[in-house]
């Protein structure tokens, strides 16, 4: 019997749609893989991923998957479990920018050329050049000449003593010649909403893009997530107990967040690395990233097209090795917060994040109209697990043959420990200093570093101080730290937000090895 000619027309316009539907990318394949990798590295934490796909006729197809566990309690991981972003809050930050930026109402009008001495009067830096010329794109393409200076932050900083501080710390190369990666300048960049429209960015980006978006799980608000239930808690290993790279035998322990009081207002450190999110926040947000800034519902432009394509465009080379050496990946162009290249063929617009005990990779191949976010709560490694997961995700959306880069990561991470174990150890002859130890005990003021208080720990004894703030010091020491039987000082960074304890250790060649 024949069919009528409705119903094969029916039928053929039904396989002309499935065959533009997108299949899966975390497939049982996926799951096997990942679920291996945490098992061969004996991973005691979890990771949390969020894919993105769009077809050719429009549909949207949004996957998350969780594995491992969100805490040392076994906490299974959810579309709905909380992960801090590290830096892949920059993106953030460098739009909150830009929306104001486009603020037609502003007064007075700025633009990504305007100097950011005409936005704060209190602007300075060590460099009268970047004093003067340093404008928006500058800091946000850390072309400003200055390093890191992370050991300078504290979490009580305001906006007018973090701009006092800035012209303290020492350029380590001219302005305008390098890409180094500098947080405090996505500070400076933070406080724009608030100098201009009045609004903290951490309340100005709730009310232009979460609000908006309904990424009501995300937030700027350690107390907020906290409170929720569902924010993952970082783990760690004790440092001194791991035998290999993967630390199998090693004792781990739950890292507390590193900005735990941190609320609605946010902070100093809210801007380059505070935000707070999840898988099926995410998800949304990377589909308005695709959609060029508009509503994946609604079509309402929720980021400006321009803002976007400002921060995509590649404004200066990153030197130094992002990725393990590999023939996959090109040279890595910074943008505002993204960084841009190529991989097997495909534009790539990525960025990486890391907080204490939280790892992030996000990633969008806008050609391909997909995206992926890997997210991991593992403080040992969790930077490579994310990689590798991030790199597999795409080649499975690209349709090729997946790069081993497991075998990648691990070539790197055994030559970092082999490395590591060819340190030189102190002489036994030691040059002393021209000072006892018991007398550089005390406290030193930087003018952009702030207090530090030194504590002399005798060798080969328990910790004892003649301090009762030092004893203290001692008795809260991270259980990271490898404590060994040589002179060393602690020094307590009480409200730092990278580090909770500096290690000085004397030897004929000045050493210090932070934790």
Request: a negative charge; aromatic letters at 10%.
């Amino acid at each position: 019997m024949q069919s009528p000619p409705q119903l094969l027309l029916f039928a053929f316009i039904l396989t002309a749609f499935e065959s533009l539907a997108l299949a899966k990318v975390i497939t049982p394949e996926i799951d096997s893989f990942i679920n291996k990798l945490l098992s061969d590295w004996h991973v005691r934490s979890g990771i949390s991923i969020a894919v993105v796909s769009r077809s050719e006729n429009g549909s949207w197809e949004t996957e998350t998957a969780g594995y491992g566990a969100a805490d040392l309690s076994n906490t299974t991981i959810t579309g709905q479990t909380q992960f801090a972003l590290g830096s892949n809050s920059k993106h953030f930050d460098a739009i909150g920018t830009g929306i104001v930026i486009s603020n037609t109402s502003v007064n007075p009008r700025i633009s990504w050329d305007t100097p950011i001495k005409q936005i704060f009067s209190n602007w300075k830096l060590m460099d009268s050049n970047a004093t003067d010329l340093a404008t928006i794109t500058d800091l946000m393409s850390h072309q400003t000449g200055l390093p890191r200076h992370d050991a300078a932050y504290n979490l009580s900083l305001t906006k007018d003593e973090t701009l006092q501080i800035l012209p303290n710390f020492k350029p380590s190369a001219p302005f305008r010649t390098l890409c180094q990666y500098n947080n405090f300048m996505y500070s400076v960049l933070s406080f724009i909403p608030e100098q201009l429209v009045g609004t903290p960015l951490t309340r100005y980006l709730q009310a232009e893009l979460f609000d908006k978006l309904g990424m009501n799980s995300t937030t700027y608000s350690t107390k907020r997530a906290s409170q929720s239930g569902k924010f993952a808690k970082g783990i760690g290993l004790v440092a001194n107990e791991m035998i290999d790279i993967f630390g199998s035998n090693a004792t781990a322990w739950e890292i507390p967040s590193f900005d735990p009081n941190s609320d609605l207002d946010g902070d100093v450190i809210s801007g380059p690395g505070g935000l707070i999110s999840t898988a099926d926040d995410l998800n949304v947000w990377i589909q308005m990233l695709l959609l060029n800034g508009s509503h994946p519902i609604t079509n309402e432009t929720i980021v400006p097209a321009d803002v976007l394509a400002k921060l995509a465009t590649p404004i200066i080379k990153l030197d130094g090795q992002i990725f393990p050496k590999n023939n996959y990946t090109s040279d890595i162009y910074y943008g505002g917060g993204r960084g841009m290249f190529q991989y097997r063929g495909e534009d790539v617009q990525e960025h990486d994040g890391d907080a204490p005990g939280m790892q992030s990779a996000m990633a969008t191949l806008p050609n391909r109209q997909f995206g992926v976010t890997v997210m991991s709560n593992a403080q040992n490694n969790g930077g490579a697990l994310a990689q590798i997961i991030k790199f597999r995700l795409m080649d499975a959306a690209m349709g090729l043959d997946p790069i081993d880069w497991t075998s990648i990561y691990v070539q790197l991470m055994q030559a970092a420990a082999a490395a590591s174990s060819q340190a030189p150890t102190p002489p036994s002859n030691i040059t002393l200093p021209s000072t006892s130890f018991e007398q550089l005990q005390g406290k030193y003021a930087d003018p952009a570093y702030g207090v530090i208080e030194l504590c002399y720990v005798p060798p080969n004894s328990s910790a004892s101080s003649t301090s009762e703030k030092c004893n203290e010091t001692l008795a809260k020491t991270n259980p990271a730290i490898i404590v060994t039987p040589m002179h060393k000082y602690v020094v307590a960074r009480d409200d730092a937000p990278f580090d909770t304890h500096w290690i000085l250790s004397h030897w004929n060649r000045g050493f210090v090895q932070f934790e």
